[in-house]
């Protein structure tokens, strides 16, 4: 939705600067040209009380202060011109590193640039969409937040509850219910949406910002917005709205079927020298809740980097 946005209003806003930027040059240009812009505009010199003031030196005190004036204002506009030229180079150069560090490279495939200036590459989206091609029947339903929709769609060739393409706010927001509500609650909506498996996105390990636990705030509203009899948005805060994950957490969130499958076995691993197990990069907290353990869901494939978790919902004849 947000590259739809940037395709459709990126012309206005650059026809609009395009605009603004002109005129701005076009009022300096003609003060420097000009002076204060007077002779440009055709407007008279200033008056001048000629009262016991001979002709000469009247005229002369017109153009000492005429100059003086004309030397403020030429000066003003010289550095407004140049204080824009120089805004206008940097623009261009930002608008250079945009597009070579995020719009030249997959969103498939992700990079990072190490300590030593080596650059490490995570493939873990193409590696879990693999797995499930080829380790999942074909009829197999596949949930996630909407954002990869498409991508199992495509390259995993699997079933998904929910899209890019959704528009049906009901549906959307019953996967957002799913994964805001405990496991125990929210087992009961992945049977009625004849769910197989489960996949989060997360990326406390790596320091993988765009994860679902970053996500989660929006599985609140959108919930609380169409069942609000089910999901209290209160409840998940921490203070004056605020989503924590860490030992302060509110149980609410610290509960969810999302942050039990984003955070399933994380306790027990150390990402940082000198932080204790179970500490997330992202978000900057040790987790909450370290020994999770699952009843309804299992495990069954963690990528290289942690960047996706895919689960199996368990059939009702496994359940103890």
Aim: a positive charge; one cysteine or more; proline letters at 2%.
């Amino acid at each position: 939705v947000m590259v739809r946005l940037l395709l459709l209003l990126a012309p206005i806003a650059s026809i609009l600067g395009a605009l603004s930027i002109t005129e701005t040059f076009h009022r300096n240009f003609v003060i420097v040209k000009y002076g204060d812009g007077r002779k440009a505009t055709g407007k008279g010199a200033r008056t001048v009380s000629t009262k016991m003031m001979s002709p000469t030196k009247m005229k002369r005190k017109q153009n000492d202060e005429s100059g003086n004036q004309n030397m403020y204002v030429r000066e003003t506009a010289i550095v407004v011109s140049l204080i824009t030229t120089v805004f206008l180079v940097f623009f261009t150069w930002h608008c250079t590193w945009v597009a070579s560090a995020a719009y030249s490279a997959p969103s498939l495939v992700l990079s990072a640039t190490q300590n030593d200036g080596s650059k490490v590459v995570f493939d873990d989206f193409r590696e879990a969409y693999g797995w499930l091609r080829e380790n999942t029947d074909k009829d197999a339903k596949v949930m996630s937040w909407w954002d990869y929709g498409y991508h199992l769609t495509s390259m995993a060739n699997r079933t998904t509850i929910v899209d890019n393409n959704a528009w049906n706010d009901t549906h959307i927001a019953t996967t957002a219910l799913a994964m805001v509500l405990p496991e125990k609650e929210a087992y009961p909506i992945l049977q009625s949406l004849d769910v197989d498996y489960v996949m989060v996105t997360f990326g406390g390990l790596t320091g993988y910002g765009s994860d679902d636990m970053n996500k989660f705030s929006w599985m609140v509203r959108i919930a609380n917005g169409t069942f609000p009899e089910r999901v209290n948005e209160k409840e998940y805060y921490v203070g004056r709205r605020r989503f924590h994950g860490g030992k302060q957490g509110a149980p609410a969130l610290l509960n969810s079927l999302a942050y039990s499958l984003c955070y399933y076995d994380f306790g027990k691993i150390t990402t940082d020298v000198g932080k204790s197990t179970g500490y997330d990069r992202v978000r900057g907290y040790e987790i909450g809740r370290k020994n999770i353990k699952l009843e309804h869901l299992e495990e069954v494939m963690t990528t290289e980097h942690w960047l996706v978790r895919i689960f199996r919902v368990k059939k009702p004849l496994n359940l103890k």
